[in-house]
C-alpha cells in the first residue's frame, strides 16, 4: 500500500500540521485505539507523543514531537513521517551514526523505509522552540471512512536542528491502530456470515412455516450500524415535527408510522448528519435490509432467539409465551414500553423480539437456498416488517419471522429502528 498517494496534506507555516487520511483497503476492526512504540529503543523515549485527542476514525487526534535526550537542546525544525508499514528490511529499524538525538554524530535508528514500495510520508517542518518547550504539534484527522477501521500507521518523527554544526535526529517510532468510529446511538455490527431463515417445526411452540425456509446463508460483506434502540417518539418529533402514536412517551417507540413515513425520516436524518459531517462516503442512513436486520438481531446466535430457544416474559415486551411451563399470558401493561427495558442481545441491541414491529427496506419475496451476499429485494408490491411486538405471541417474535405488508400500512404495533450502512436504492 502506497500510503503517500493515499493521503491529502497540510502543513502549517508555525506550530501545526494536519493530515487528512483518505482512502484504505478494509482492515480487520478493533475495539479501541491502540498506541504502541516499538523499535529498539536508541532513540530516547518520549521523544514522539500521542499529545491529544484518540486515534479514531471520524475523528482527530495529536502528536508532538521534542528532543527528550537533552534538558538543553537547541531550537529545531520538526518532522512527521508516516507510513503504512515498519521497514521491511530492518522491522527494529537501522542504526545510523549521526542520527541521535542525545549529541551530534550519536547513533539513531531509523523505523521507516526511505524507498518503495513503502515511501514516506513526510509532514513539516513544524519549529520546535527547543529546551522544555512544548513539542511542535502535528494534528491529524481521520475521514469518517469505515474501511480504515483497524488501520495500522507507523509513525517516526525527526528534528533538524540548523544553528551551530547542522545534524538530525531520529525520535522514537509509534504504531497507531485507529479504532471504529463512533456514532451516537449506534452499535457498530462487523460484517461475516450468517444462517438466515428457520426449519422450526410447525406446531407449538414455534409454529414454523414454508415463509422461513430454507434456511440459507447470507454474508453482509461491509461494517454497518444499527440503532441501539427503536427509534423512539421524542426522536421522531425532533425530527418530522410530529409524533403518530397511540400510546404516547417520549422514550417509547414510535408506533402509527408507514414504511414511506420511515422512509422519509431516515431521508431527513441524512439531511441533517450530512451537514454536520456525520455521514461516511457511500453510507446512508436508512432501514435496514430484511437480511441486515436478521443478522443484527441473531448476534451470532443460531436458535429460534437471541436469547436462546425459548422466550420468557421477562425477556421481552409481548402478549403470550408458549415457552412458559404451563404457556401463560405476559400480565404487561397495555401498550408497548420504553424502549431497552430488557435485556439487550450479545451485539448491544435492545427490543429486537418484541415491543414494536420494525419495518425493513425490502419488498417480500420467496428464499431460495442459494448463499447470497448482500441480499435486497425491491420492486415487489408488500414491504417486510420483523421482530414481533407488545400484543404477539411469542412464536411471532422469533429472529426469523417475517411479514409483509403494504408500505402505507399503519399499525399502532408497528414501528422501525435505522441503520448507517452502504447505500441501497429502494
Not at 531520529?170 to 450468517?194: C, D
Not at 447470497?372 to 422469533?398: E, I, Q
Not at 400500512?409 to 436504492?425: E, H, K, T, W
Request: with cysteine; proline share 10%; glycine share 10%.
Amino acid at each position: 500500500m502506497n500510503l503517500a498517494n493515499r493521503c491529502l496534506c497540510r502543513s502549517a507555516p508555525s506550530r501545526a500540521a494536519a493530515v487528512s487520511l483518505l482512502a484504505f483497503t478494509t482492515f480487520a476492526p478493533v475495539a479501541s485505539a491502540q498506541v504502541t512504540p516499538y523499535g529498539s529503543g536508541i532513540n530516547p523515549p518520549g521523544s514522539l507523543v500521542l499529545s491529544g485527542g484518540t486515534p479514531m476514525v471520524g475523528a482527530g487526534f495529536t502528536l508532538g514531537v521534542s528532543n527528550t535526550a537533552i534538558g538543553s537542546a537547541p531550537p529545531s525544525f520538526a518532522f512527521l513521517s508516516i507510513a503504512s508499514a515498519p521497514d521491511a528490511a530492518f522491522p527494529s529499524g537501522t542504526v545510523l551514526p549521526g542520527f541521535g538525538l542525545a549529541a551530534p554524530g550519536a547513533p539513531g535508528e531509523l523505523l521507516l523505509s526511505l524507498v518503495a514500495p513503502n515511501p514516506l510520508l513526510l509532514l513539516g517542518p513544524v519549529t520546535w522552540a527547543g529546551g522544555v518547550a512544548a513539542p511542535a504539534s502535528f494534528a491529524l484527522f481521520v475521514p469518517p471512512l469505515p474501511a480504515l477501521n483497524g488501520v495500522t500507521l507507523y509513525l517516526q518523527g525527526s528534528l533538524l536542528q540548523p544553528v551551530g554544526i547542522p545534524s538530525i535526529g531520529m525520535t522514537n517510532g509509534l504504531a497507531v491502530t485507529l479504532a471504529q468510529p463512533s456514532f451516537p446511538g449506534l452499535v457498530p455490527i462487523a460484517a461475516g456470515t450468517s444462517a438466515m431463515g428457520s426449519n422450526a417445526p410447525a406446531g407449538a411452540p414455534y409454529f414454523g412455516n414454508a415463509a422461513h425456509q430454507p434456511v440459507h446463508q447470507v454474508t453482509i460483506s461491509q461494517p454497518f450500524w444499527m440503532g441501539r434502540y427503536e427509534v423512539t417518539q421524542a426522536q421522531y418529533l425532533a425530527l418530522m415535527g410530529t409524533n403518530p402514536s397511540s400510546f404516547a412517551g417520549s422514550d417509547r417507540p414510535v408506533e402509527s408510522v408507514t414504511w414511506t413515513n420511515a422512509l422519509a425520516y431516515c431521508n431527513a436524518l441524512n439531511v441533517q448528519q450530512t451537514a454536520s459531517g456525520g455521514v461516511p462516503a457511500g453510507y446512508q442512513y436508512r432501514l435496514p435490509t430484511e437480511a441486515e436486520w436478521e443478522y443484527a438481531c441473531r448476534a451470532g446466535t443460531t436458535t429460534e432467539f437471541h436469547y436462546g430457544p425459548a422466550l420468557l416474559c421477562n425477556e421481552a415486551r409481548f402478549n403470550y409465551s408458549f415457552h412458559s411451563t404451563p404457556a401463560a399470558d405476559c400480565v404487561n401493561p397495555l401498550g408497548t414500553a420504553m424502549v431497552g427495558g430488557y435485556a439487550p442481545n450479545a451485539w448491544g441491541l435492545y427490543d429486537m423480539h418484541g415491543n414494536v414491529w420494525e419495518w425493513c427496506l425490502d419488498s417480500y419475496s420467496d428464499y431460495t437456498a442459494a448463499p447470497k451476499t448482500n441480499p435486497f429485494v425491491t420492486g415487489g408490491t408488500a414491504r417486510v416488517y420483523r421482530g414481533g411486538t407488545w400484543l404477539d405471541y411469542s412464536f411471532v417474535c422469533r429472529s426469523a419471522y417475517r411479514r409483509a405488508t403494504a408500505p402505507n400500512y399503519v399499525s399502532f404495533g408497528l414501528g422501525f429502528r435505522v441503520v448507517l450502512a452502504p447505500i441501497i436504492v429502494p
